[in-house]
């Protein structure tokens, strides 16, 4: 069972990135998806998510700039992120739930000029 995030880096405020969550190991396509993220010394805080029927959810601070979206023939979560702000700035976890939970590892999202 595995989740791999990639897609993170250091971008300016106002650019863009996509991550991306490669699943091995489940059946994908049962399972709700979502994205949290971690400041440095805080809690975490759930981003996005999307059920396995489509439903999608988001936290009110990204409504409007990240879309998440799935595929589930290549088991793959997608966070297309766009107008990004400083405050984006945190590890980006993908996660998995189908009455357990599993997590990624995590990349890195910078915004800074």
């Known amino acids: 069972v595995q989740l791999v995030e990639s897609g993170g880096g250091l971008v300016q405020p106002g650019g863009s990135l996509r991550l991306s969550c490669l699943a091995s190991?489940?059946?994908?396509?049962?399972?709700?998806m979502g994205w949290a993220r971690q400041v440095s010394g805080k809690g975490l805080e759930w981003v996005s998510g999307?059920?396995?029927?489509?439903?999608?959810y988001y936290t009110e601070s990204v409504k409007g700039r990240f879309t998440v979206s799935r595929d589930d023939d290549k088991s793959t979560l997608y966070l297309q992120m766009n107008n990004l702000k400083p405050g984006d700035t945190a590890v980006y976890y993908c996660?998995?739930?189908?009455?357990?939970?599993?997590w990624g590892t995590g990349t890195q999202v910078t915004v800074s000029q």
């Open positions: 996660a998995a739930e189908n009455g357990r939970r599993l």
């Open positions: 190991g489940f059946n994908f396509k049962s399972y709700g």
């Open positions: 999307i059920y396995a029927n489509g439903d999608t």
